[in-house]
């Protein structure tokens, strides 16, 4: 949630930033307008309550000389049913102001490029090399069929479309996969890992930003009022949520030391809108596994920190020796909470595009301010931290371009090298006969 004082101090500057991001003046008006309001009515609540207690007063030096205090007690009455007026006024402005809060993107940092959508975006570097091989490269679902790992119709069966099944040595290469990128993330980047829930509250997803924007994008238990994660952002996040680091009880953020959480989890997405949209086997699935980076940092340092983040989640892709891009999102494609985003895109040769694995993002004080997450600085003040998340990655479209990648002649696949020791020293997936 962006911060109200912004849009009270500097409206003008930050109905323009916001524009960048496609937000409608009258949107960030409105807000503005029900922050006056609110504040208009506690200093008339605050003005008849003083009104009040001298009122009070006043009554009691009356009685003590035994005069008549009836026209008193009625104007302390008046002010009393005033007061339970404004009250009642005041808490519909606060919850329409919060909704109308919540409802308004991060402000983009200065240096991302203006754009409406991701033809906007700047490719930033690439990495590695891709040369088309002498011999033809199918799709990812030709690979998979002759090495039998998936079996797309079964899943449909067993729940829909979107939720493949991925059998023996495609299993096997799943879980090396998670496993490597856990290692490296914990062995050698300095992370703590997580298993968190793969459920949770409505105060979570709201926490980090899913709800009320994205909930049509969400599986929802009605029941218990439940949520499926669609990424281990939000119970990893939300782990801090109303807490202090405070190098007491908790660890202490300094521009040198970061707080920083890895999570393997399932996610679950509806994708409510996307059909047709490279919903082609694993391009685009309802659940998927994938391992996430959160960062909790100092405010001074988050931008160099988003940096930092980006080249985690490169050397998953580097170990795996694969060729990719590294893009910087526009103001107009970037996700809601973020402030400043890259994303790593796998070139997918038997597709013949360019497919995202990890979205790096920083949040700055966006998720803190929803989460009530704050830290203690070198002063002893008491601020907001910095949330930056990052895909680390997400294993779908990884495991597509894995195998396009490494498809040999013969219709075997190259595991890379840093895979082997997860799978049993085996050097190719080879086609089923």
């Known amino acids: ?25 009258e949107r960030v008006q409105k807000a503005k307008d029900l922050d006056e309001k609110r504040r208009s009515l506690i200093a008339e609540t605050e003005t008849l309550k003083a009104k009040r207690n001298a009122a009070s007063k006043e009554i009691g030096q009356i009685a003590k000389q035994g005069g008549d205090i009836a026209a008193a007690k009625e104007e302390m009455r008046k002010i009393g049913d005033r007061i339970a007026e404004i009250d009642r006024e005041l808490a519909t402005v606060e919850h329409d102001l919060r909704e109308t809060l919540l409802m308004i993107p991060n402000l983009p940092a200065p240096e991302i490029p203006t754009g409406e959508d991701s033809s906007a975006n700047v490719v930033v570097r690439k990495v590695g090399e891709w040369k088309d091989p002498a011999y033809p490269i199918p799709d990812h679902m030709t690979i998979g069929e002759k090495l039998g790992i998936f079996d797309f119709p079964r899943g449909v069966k067993l729940t829909g479309t979107g939720f493949p099944i991925i059998l023996g040595q495609g299993a096997k290469l799943q879980r090396a996969l ?18 968190p829930p793969f459920i949770v509250n409505s105060d979570s997803m709201t926490g980090t930003g899913q709800l009320p924007k994205f909930a049509e994008d969400l599986y929802h238990c009605e029941i218990d009022d439940f949520w499926l994660i669609p990424t281990a952002e939000v119970p990893v996040t939300n782990y801090y949520r109303d807490d202090i680091f405070d190098g007491v009880k908790l660890p202490k953020i300094t521009p040198e030391n970061p707080v920083k959480l890895t999570a393997y989890t399932p996610c679950f997405r509806r994708e409510a809108g996307s059909a047709g949209k490279m919903t082609r086997g694993m391009l685009r699935v309802h659940q998927f ?19 930092t983040l980006v080249k985690e989640a490169e050397a998953v892709l580097t170990g795996l020796g694969l060729h990719f891009r590294v893009l910087q999102l526009c103001s107009g494609d970037m996700g809601f909470s973020a402030a400043k985003c ?17 979205s790096c993002s920083c949040f ?9 997450c704050r830290f203690k600085d070198a002063d002893g003040k008491t601020k907001l931290v910095h949330t930056l998340n ?25 595991i890379p090298e840093v895979l082997r020791p997860y799978m049993g020293g085996k050097e190719k997936l080879e086609p089923v006969k």
């Open 342 to 358: 890259y994303d790593l895109e796998l070139w997918a040769p038997g597709e013949q595009q360019w497919l995202e694995v990890s």
């Open 364 to 372: 700055t004080d966006y998720q803190a301010r929803r989460l009530n």
């Open 1 to 25: 949630m962006i911060d109200i004082k912004k849009i009270r101090e500097d409206f003008d500057a930050t109905a323009a930033q916001l524009a960048r991001r496609g937000v409608e003046k």
């Open 289 to 307: 596994d994938k391992v996430e980076m959160v960062n909790f940092v100092h405010p001074d340092t988050s931008f160099q920190q988003l940096e």
């Open 390 to 414: 990052g895909s680390g990655v997400a294993l779908p479209r990884l495991m597509v371009a894995l195998l396009e990648q490494h498809l040999n002649e013969d219709g075997s696949v190259t």
């Open 178 to 195: 998670i496993q490597y990128m856990l290692d490296l993330h914990c062995n050698t980047q300095g992370y703590t890992e997580m298993l």
